[in-house]
């Protein structure tokens, strides 16, 4: 979720292992004027997703209107992913591919590498990859159009700085690519956690939040376009604090006055709740160590706050934890669980885990199994630990796990998870809940898919429903990640 193009276990089994090779292109409507093409495509998490619409949005002021044609593109640009070294080789292998268009059809077009690996190499890429003429961070993209008219003028141009405060708060991203019902809203940006595996710090810069009131007109202005269900996004959303701008890690030097005014994650949950009572809310990615009793209870108060939490986990042996610099144990952990299932027994958790972080031992993966049979998570995304240069663990620990006992112990987490979906999915059986309806299913066009707040998904005849609509689904049957039913009327909440 940070949907980063993880899988969901289930859904594309064999996938899990593989990671995504797919990139997602952009394809918006025309602006009358615009004369120049852009193809845009996206690797990784949902962050380079909504930041891919940012950039559609700025350089469509700019003259760009958006292609999905390679071949006839003037601008080729790829939001790229550093988060695993797959999810690295897999970009490079674009480039290949926009190597070989651009000598046999396309010789005019121009490269450009955004997001976490234009960050991580900055001007090196240039030297390692020819094809490349732009490297631009994720804090850069308004300088785009600057960036863009030198290379036009032949040269090559890269802006990596990492910015205090850069939200893009004041830019309204290009949706016409979505589904018209859900939509994200990005609240903070960077991370300050360190987690010694984890290469976002370095490549997305210190964290800091969104101002309040221009998330909520950008969710008000969602609402009056008819979208339905919002994902408020960040790296870490339970640290999420506003006290006037500014990062994170200066709060301390606030006023008294920024102090007592400011706003923290379940504060901002309420204000969108209330805002759009008929919207419905989600958030990701949780991170267990700032995750609160208020945001529990804030949860639990609004109806339209989906009972749903992604809540990584990474290990379940205290020790591994430590080493990965997350920030609790094992027991503190399962009492989070225990008190998010007291004041909300219906809520669903997720879960991503990492297998074979360095120096981890037989009985450490044992104490991620004996976790997950405690949580019984209704899905989860699961990797093998992949070095990242630059990190603490890259630098202070030994990949010492080899390759053959990280793919054995990732199968091994798979396996328990496939069956612990497998039984959150049966508890549904019988019951009567409410999806809202998302799109026409993969497999029967005669049908539709949507999610219960709990974020299953769920597929149903058509009938004479639409998309957008909130409707009440009777649940007949299920596979280990999709519920089968049929509908039996509109929820109250369609209006
Ligand atoms: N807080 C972020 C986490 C981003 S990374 C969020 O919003 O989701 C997403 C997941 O990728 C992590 O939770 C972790 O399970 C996995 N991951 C990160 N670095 C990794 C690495 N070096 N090797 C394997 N998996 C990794
Ligand atoms: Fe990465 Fe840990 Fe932040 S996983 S994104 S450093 S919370």
Redesign the pocket.
Known sequence: ??L?T?VAIGQFMEKIIEENKQGTQLDLEKIVGNTKKLFIESYG?QMNFSDSEIVASILSENGYNTTNLLEEADLVLVNTCS??DKAEQTVRKRLEKYNAVKKTTNPGMKVGVLGCMAERLKSKFLEEEKIVDLVVGPDAYKDLPNLLSEVEEGRNAVNVILSKDETYGDISPVRLQSNGVTAFVSITRG?D?M?T????PFTRGRERSRDPQSILEEVNDLAEKGFKEITLL???VDSYLWYGGGLKKDFDKASEMQKATATNFAGLLSLVAEAQPKMRIRF??S?PQDFTMDVIETMAKYQNICNYI?L?V?SGSTRILKEMNRQHTREEYMQLIDNIKSRMPDCGISQ???SGFPTETEEDHQDTLSLMEYVKYDFG?M??????PG?M?ARKLEDDVPEATKKRRLQEIVEVQQKHSAYRTQQFVGKTLEVLIEKTSKRNENQWSGRIPQNTVVVFPKENYNIGDFVMVKITDCTSATLIGEAVGYSENNS
């Open positions: 979720m940070y980063c993880f998490c988060i695993r991370c956690n987690c595996f984890c290469v976002v960040g790296q870490n990701s990615t991170n992604h990584p990474q991503d885990m990492i995304f990797f093998m630990y992949s070095e990242r990190t663990a």
